[in-house]
């Protein structure tokens, strides 16, 4: 495969950019290139501690037992909604982990891509093919992932720039003091728990815009667009204002015996990186959003002459309406 350096971007050693790429260690890296799997433009072997510049390629040769052991070919479930020569948009379903990491080699989105289309091997990005942004393993909807390897750099550029537009809904505890506006902390890991992210001086700067759609029993439906990309972004932002996610234990609610973090990505909207065309795409929420919906619903105050049955039916009703406009 051929690794290519961004244009805007050097690297001081080459052991440290290839294990970037790879998802592999730097250890790992530094044998796959001290074994000559690793190549220059000029065809020479490669050293760990060379510098990288802006534009280089490299030529890198996986052993097939590596492919095998941590990328494995198996069906998944999630449905392809769009796909070209380019692209795919895809529907991914809550709890599939998007692409293998130590601990999570089976089963994900990615194994699941490599499945169906057998050529994504060849993408450069060994254990994240095509993959050019991501969503949390309990986040269901909406993504997107390239088919080549022109089409996720400038969907990756795309992204940088903001010029790709990302919508979601969030069921979350408690409701906003305002009904929408923007959340603008800076992002970082928490020193003390690698898992965890938190707003911190000195983090990633992060914006979050966010629309409160209905309130009812102390919960709330949100609608929350995604300025930047960080990790754990909207449920940091919503913890943070005083209203973690219904289900996000990692953020301060209390699960009780729910599987998921209700979070779907509905809506994306960018220009297609090669034709330029406008794409526009929804998906509904899923069955098991829309059931925890209509159980929040039901339990909401009966007023005086209507029975909680009318309550109830009125108000699964008014869900399927809901997620009609959505």
């Not at 433009?41 to 052991?69: F, H, Q, T």
């Not at 393993?137 to 997107?144: E, H, R, Y």
């Not at 998921?260 to 795409?281: C, D, I, N, Q």
Request: charged share 25%; net charge negative.
């Amino acid at each position: 495969m051929i690794i290519e350096v961004a244009a805007d971007k050097d690297y001081e050693r080459l052991d440290i950019f290839l294990s970037e790429k790879l998802d592999k260690t730097r250890t790992r890296v530094q044998h796959l290139i001290k074994n000559g799997y690793v190549r220059t433009d000029e065809g020479m072997r490669a050293k760990p501690a060379s510098s990288v510049k802006a534009g280089c390629k490299y030529s890198v040769e996986l052993p097939e037992s590596l492919n095998m052991e941590y990328l494995r070919a198996e069906p998944v479930d999630f449905d392809v909604l769009y796909e070209d020569e380019y692209l795919f948009v895809i529907n991914k379903p809550s709890g599939v982990i998007v692409h293998p990491a130590p601990g999570h080699w089976r089963n994900t989105l990615v194994n699941g891509l490599v499945y169906r289309y057998p050529e994504m091997r060849k993408l450069s990005q060994w254990l994240r093919p095509g993959i050019v942004h991501r969503l949390d393993i309990g986040t269901s909807g909406l993504m997107i992932v390239a088919r080549t390897e022109k089409v996720t750099l400038k969907l990756q550029s795309m992204f940088k720039n903001r010029t790709i537009h990302k919508h979601y809904i969030a069921l979350v505890h408690g409701c906003p003091e305002k009904s929408e506006g923007i959340l603008s902390g800076p992002i970082d890991r928490d020193p003390d728990n690698y898992l965890h992210m938190i707003i911190i001086e000195g983090g990633k700067p992060s914006l979050t815009g966010y629309k409160v759609l209905w309130s009812m029993n102390d919960i709330s439906l949100v609608e929350c667009e995604l300025f930047t990309g960080r990790t754990h972004q909207i449920r940091v932002h919503m913890s943070a204002l005083g209203c973690p996610l219904v289900g996000d234990g990692l953020y301060g609610a209390k699960t009780g015996n729910l599987a998921r973090v209700y979070l779907h990505s509905w809506k994306l909207e960018f220009a297609h990186p090669v034709t330029g065309e406008a794409m526009k795409f929804r998906q509904p929420l899923t069955s098991d959003f829309i059931q925890r919906i209509a159980l929040i619903k039901s339990r909401m105050p009966i007023d005086e002459g209507e029975s909680e049955n009318e309550t109830v039916s009125d108000n699964i009703d008014g869900e399927i309406d809901v997620d009609s406009e959505l």
